[in-house]
């Protein structure tokens, strides 16, 4: 698809670039539809981003021949597929590996944090906060590991011993982040019940011990195993605490189990029939009805691409007004890297936009005074071009100071003229941001109008996870069910960062919001260790866990008699203290929601 793609941008720019009306028209139209390219998934909206940068860069090229021009970006693209396939052919399962070793070193850290817990020398403040963040991490870690593994091979069935391989670990290890979840408890009162046994020490130990495992500090299974005996030998004359010990070394051994077998080689056929696989795609198959379901003003989409359109339309049309020579399609390019739909996006990537480039324009400065010679300072370029896209992910600000840097060194060796691409680098960089920054209030798009949505989508994807284990769904439906909670999850947390950073935000809104997100996540965890803490033949636990779905229920119907606005109204409740149960969670999550409804 990108290819054709790239080839009608180059050319159609090309043709109009002599005509600065023209242009203006042909860059809002594009920007319009290649912005709405992300309606069809993550894909396609990577194919728009590149697309209007590919646009941006014609226009400062001016090509004379547009179809030469086309045809040799078609060939680039062509030979760029060539190298990647080349690369899948030889080194199939590289980028697969790496996915999976950084959700290993991940699903190690979110243990780490859960033994700390259980030490009563370590502080619980922001014990929270930590935990979400890295749910979140792990949430996007298995994403990435099932469009690896799934989107691209499902289809060849997983013959060869090593995709076999490769599925039985990404399955183990999606099933040992819900088991490491059910290691969340109520740590102060499990230290106050506990701390007198000396129990607790030996528990962080084990728990420590399968990180350490799952980073590649091999202890032994035998090790593990004596550890468990040991915790299981210790006696607590107390009830309930002989209960909650019982769960926790339950727990142990599950969690163990799934570590260990992460090694196992062997028993490689998957539980889950192949035909299923592809259910597990989030972002699934192309579809135009996709992007047409998108064609409505209430969609945020629809009014990011109409803002792009507009501001487009007018940047463009300001670059015909330029001097000839200077570096006008700086400002669109800008645009089109710092724009994001909200004004808290956009505004961070501004932050990092302005930083990068006054820093890389410093290097670049100081690289030119210094008089290097062109081979130098061709492989300075090299080496910042290399940075660019290695922190392109992670640390923006790093990847705009690279690029300018290269942009620079480039520009004056082959221009020369070092003073107008200094300054004109930072003027057109500020006003781009600028414009941006000044477009988020244009067709605005607020988080805070979807608190509620995003509220309402991760409870009813936790009540659907709930109601799939204790009910007769099958092993694809239940681990369908906690993939959306997981992703449910994630989308709350997301739209409650960004409605944070909105403009007019009430601070004091922020702490019921995150009371129901804290809520949300617990009761994630507390429906992960239904199958640990009791049987679907328990009528205790099956009396628990209708008392929850009541209050569930409960809590969601008031929350639709909410006005979407109303939301930021609700009182948070004075402490969230209590039981850690399911029964008792979802009730607090009514009580919240009650006062709005």
């Given at each position: 698809v990108s290819i054709p793609v790239f080839f009608g941008i180059a050319v159609l720019t090309a043709f109009t670039v002599g005509h600065p009306f023209g242009l203006a028209i042909v860059a809002m139209l594009l920007s319009f539809v290649l912005v709405m390219f992300a309606g069809?998934?993550?894909?396609?909206?990577?194919?728009?981003?590149?697309?209007?940068?590919?646009m941006a860069f014609t226009i400062g090229h001016h090509p004379q021949a547009p179809l030469e021009y086309g045809f040799y970006i078609a060939l680039g693209g062509i030979w760029y597929y060539v190298v990647s396939l080349s690369q899948v052919w030889l080194f199939p399962y590289h980028s697969l590996k790496r996915a999976l070793a950084k959700t290993k070193k991940d699903t190690a850290a979110l243990m780490r944090l859960r033994a700390s817990g259980y030490d009563p020398e370590s502080s619980l403040s922001g014990f929270n906060g930590k935990n979400i963040k890295l749910h979140l991490t792990l949430t996007s870690d298995h994403e990435l590991v099932r469009s690896l593994l799934v989107g691209d091979r499902?289809?060849?069935?997983f013959r060869d011993i090593q995709s076999k391989i490769l599925l039985k670990q990404s399955i183990l290890l999606i099933d040992l982040f819900q088991q490491v979840s059910v290691l969340h408890y109520d740590y102060p009162g499990i230290r106050k019940r506990m701390a007198a046994s000396g129990v607790l020490v030996e528990i962080k130990s084990a728990i420590e011990m399968l990180a350490d495992f799952l980073e590649g500090d091999k202890h032994g299974k035998a090790n593990y195993e004596r550890l468990l005996a040991s915790i299981e030998s210790k006696s607590l004359h107390d009830g309930l605490g002989e209960v909650l010990l019982s769960d926790i070394l339950t727990n142990l051994k599950r969690t163990g189990n799934l570590v260990f077998a992460l090694d196992d080689v062997t028993d490689l056929d998957s539980e889950l029939p192949s035909s299923h696989f592809g259910s597990f795609l989030t972002e699934g198959s192309f579809s135009l009805a996709k992007i047409k379901a998108q064609l409505r003003y209430s969609s945020p989409l629809f009014r990011f691409a109409l803002r792009m359109a507009i501001v487009m339309l007018l940047v463009v049309g300001l670059i015909g007004f330029l001097p000839s020579g200077s570096y006008g399609y700086w400002i669109p390019i800008t645009l089109i890297v710092i724009s994001r739909p909200s004004f808290g996006m956009t505004l961070k990537r501004n932050m990092e936009r302005v930083l990068g480039t006054l820093l890389g324009l410093v290097l670049g400065w100081g690289v030119l005074g210094l008089g290097f010679s062109a081979d130098l300072q061709l492989v300075i370029v090299v080496v910042s071009i290399f940075v660019f896209y290695s922190f392109l992910l992670i640390r923006y600000w790093v990847s705009a100071m690279a690029i300018t840097l290269a942009v620079v060194l480039c520009l004056s060796l082959y221009q020369g003229d070092d003073l107008q691409i200094l300054s004109e680098r930072l003027l057109f960089t500020l006003l781009g941001c600028g414009l941006g920054l000044l477009a988020t209030f244009v067709f605005p798009i607020r988080h805070a109008q979807h608190l509620k949505l995003a509220l309402g989508g991760a409870l009813l994807a936790n009540r659907k996870y709930l109601a799939a284990l204790v009910g007769n769904s099958g092993l694809v439906e239940v681990k369908l069910a906690r993939k959306q909670a997981y992703l449910a999850l994630s989308g709350l947390n997301e739209t409650i960062l960004w409605a944070t950073k909105e403009p007019k935000w009430k601070r004091g809104n922020l702490r019921v919001l995150k009371q129901l997100e804290l809520l949300c996540f617990q009761l994630n965890a507390?429906?992960?260790?239904?199958?640990?803490?009791?049987?679907?033949?328990?009528?205790?636990?099956?009396?628990?866990?209708?008392?929850?779905?009541?209050?569930?229920?409960?809590?969601?119907?008031?929350?639709?008699?909410?006005?979407?606005?109303?939301?930021?109204?609700?009182?948070?409740?004075?402490n969230l203290d209590g039981p850690l149960d399911l029964e008792h969670v979802a009730g607090k999550v009514k009580a919240i929601l009650s006062v709005g409804g």
């Open positions: 069809a998934g993550q894909r396609m909206g990577a194919v728009g981003t590149m697309g209007l940068g590919m499902f289809r060849a069935g507390l429906i992960a260790a239904l199958p640990i803490k009791g049987s679907d033949n328990d009528e205790l636990i099956k009396g628990k866990v209708a008392l929850a779905l009541k209050s569930l229920d409960d809590g969601m119907s008031c929350l639709a008699l909410i006005k979407e606005g109303q939301i930021l109204l609700l009182k948070p409740l004075e």
